[in-house]
């Protein structure tokens, strides 16, 4: 493969995945999140929308300073001070990007912006201009390029590289596109524009008629060198293009596309497990890649096949994406050592205090279940090292319920050494179990979701409990995790208390796709 056949992966899910309704990140769920994605080997992290609010802000200059190996990347409408809050947010970065956006539609010029071709042109080449003046990286994207007059993206993107864009990104914003049309979009660009050899064309694609990923390699195939894209392909509306389904398909076909990403793919799952975390998005058990289900074979002439020969029926290798099964590793006998060796094979690194915590929670759980799986021991140690204090947490809790009885629970919380007692009924126990939650803790919180999982198979399950709540007017989501779902649910909610009591960064506003 010639050396331009690397194409470069522009993760967004930062700031377009973060625009999937539902889906705010606090900034150190983002800057954990920018961690997995570079060491992931993702070129560039878009790491939000600078100008957009206070928390955006902070949390792009908290990427910026602390990713050394991935770009970073903040967005700005083609106004001054969306450049300068993109740059004030980036600029401690070792490498760094100002992407500047304008739409050029006839319908977003005529009904959003109130402009003229004439006044977009300048409007835009002025802006990157300006950017450049202040970084030497500057990418432009005509937003909702796929419906623009095409002799127009031509003279913009030619006047946009002129002006010093080193990245033309040319975005199916609506997601309207197909993919023979989107790939001759991007063929007739490299036609078409004298000057595109001096930048590298970019592909942005929304899933809304679920063709983002089929867009993006047909682009790809076309000659894009970069595609931007977000884990388990969250976003605004139905989502971006799935990073892990670009990156894979470009390694399982190297017979069509003919190029490389630096992605090193052992990191997908657990990436993916990640961003599924901070969002609260369950990700489908049938969603390639990263879906439960994506290498298990259930039908008997699939397993015959796969045991005669795996590449009967299996076209990637499961362990290639991280993905982990679920191989028996522990049990109730299993030590210390053996405890921390298998969370270092997964990844995961816990010393000190925080070891000892999520050991003794270890220990607790092989108690009750027999055989403690790869992901149970994920979401023990997820659930016990948490990104946020704990300022509150759980003792112990009792419930009554039944069919014809009112349920009632006591709760006993502990806060700073003190313990604390309520009772209290509802209208099923987790109703009850977290009004008498509100009632220790003195807070009035708003049950927004529930959502209960189990993590492994069988009656013994480890449950996890996703909620979102809204407490002291800030919507977050928390997890839970335990053999009783009831206990799972009170942990879940605590978790909810303890993040809202821990935050500091004020909520976002509205972004664009
Ligand atoms: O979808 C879109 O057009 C965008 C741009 C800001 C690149 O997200
Ligand atoms: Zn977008």
């Known amino acids: ?18 625009q999937a309704p539902g889906a705010s990140m606090s900034e150190k769920e983002k800057l954990e999140i920018a961690f997995a994605l570079e060491r992931l080997g993702v070129d560039i992290i878009e790491a939000g929308f600078p100008v957009i609010s206070e928390g955006d802000f902070n949390s792009v200059k908290s990427v910026a300073k602390n990713i050394k190996k991935s770009i970073v990347c903040g967005l700005a409408r083609s106004i001054k001070k969306d450049i300068d809050a993109s740059y004030e947010a980036v600029r401690m ?10 739409a ?28 450049k003046k202040k970084v030497a990286d500057v990418e432009f994207s005509p937003e909702d390029a796929s419906r623009s007059e095409r002799d127009f993206i031509f003279k913009i993107v030619e006047e946009v590289i002129k002006a010093g864009a080193t990245t ?4 199916d914003t609506v997601g309207y596109s197909m993919p023979s ?3 001759s979009l991007i063929a007739d660009i490299k036609n078409n ?3 595109i050899n001096k930048a590298i064309i970019s592909v942005h694609c929304h899933d809304d008629l679920g063709v983002a990923v089929a867009n993006s390699l047909s682009a790809v195939r076309e000659g894009a060198r970069q595609v931007e894209c977000t884990v388990n392909g969250i976003g605004e509306r139905a989502g971006n293009a799935s990073m892990e389904e670009i990156v894979m398909a470009i390694k399982t076909r190297p017979d ?6 630096r992605v090193n793919t052992k990191e997908i799952c657990r990436v993916s497990r990640l ?45 290639d994406v991280g993905f982990m099964g679920t191989g028996l590793i522990l049990g109730k006998h299993s030590g210390r050592h053996a405890f921390k060796e298998r969370l270092k094979q997964l990844g995961v690194t816990v010393k000190g205090k925080e070891l000892d915590l999520a050991f003794e929670r270890f220990k607790s759980v092989a108690d009750k279940k027999k055989q403690v799986f790869d992901e149970d021991l994920l979401a023990i140690v997820e659930d016990e090292l948490k990104v946020y204090q704990k300022v509150w947490s759980l003792v112990s809790l009792e419930s009554q319920s039944g069919t014809d009885i009112k349920s009632k629970v006591d709760v006993v919380l502990k806060c700073k050494g003190k313990k604390f007692h309520k009772s209290h009924t509802g209208d099923g126990p987790v109703d009850a179990c977290y009004k008498a939650i509100d009632a220790i803790v003195k807070v009035k919180g708003e049950l927004l979701d529930y959502a209960i999982q189990s993590v492994t198979r069988g009656k013994d399950a480890l449950g996890e409990v996703t909620i979102k709540a809204k407490i002291k007017s800030s919507s977050v989501i928390a997890h839970g995790t335990s053999t009783d779902i009831l206990e799972a649910s009170a942990k879940a909610y605590i978790n909810a208390i303890n993040k809202v009591l821990s935050q500091k960064t004020p909520a976002k506003k509205k972004g664009v796709s």
Do not use: W
Not at 93 to 102: D, E, G, N, S
Not at 168 to 171: Q, T
Not at 256 to 261: F, G, L, P, V
């Open 93 to 102: 970065a070792k490498k760094h990007r100002i992407h500047v956006f304008l």
């Open 1 to 18: 493969m010639a050396k331009d056949d690397r194409v470069l992966i522009f993760d967004t899910t930062l700031r377009d995945g973060e």
């Open 256 to 261: 069509i596309y003919r190029c490389k990403t």
């Open 181 to 183: 049309e989107y790939g």
């Open 168 to 171: 033309v990104n040319i975005p």
């Open 193 to 195: 524009v004298p000057n």
């Open 275 to 319: 961003v599924s975390k901070s969002t609260g998005f369950i990700v489908p058990p049938n969603k390639a890649i990263v879906g439960n289900n994506a290498f298990r074979h259930e039908s008997g002439i699939h397993q015959d096949g796969i045991l005669k020969e795996r590449s009967t029926y299996e076209i990637m290798l499961p362990q």
């Open 104 to 131: 050029t539609s006839k319908i977003h010029m005529k009904y959003k912006l109130k402009k003229s071709q004439e006044e977009i042109l300048k409007m835009a080449v002025d802006a990157v201009k300006y950017a």
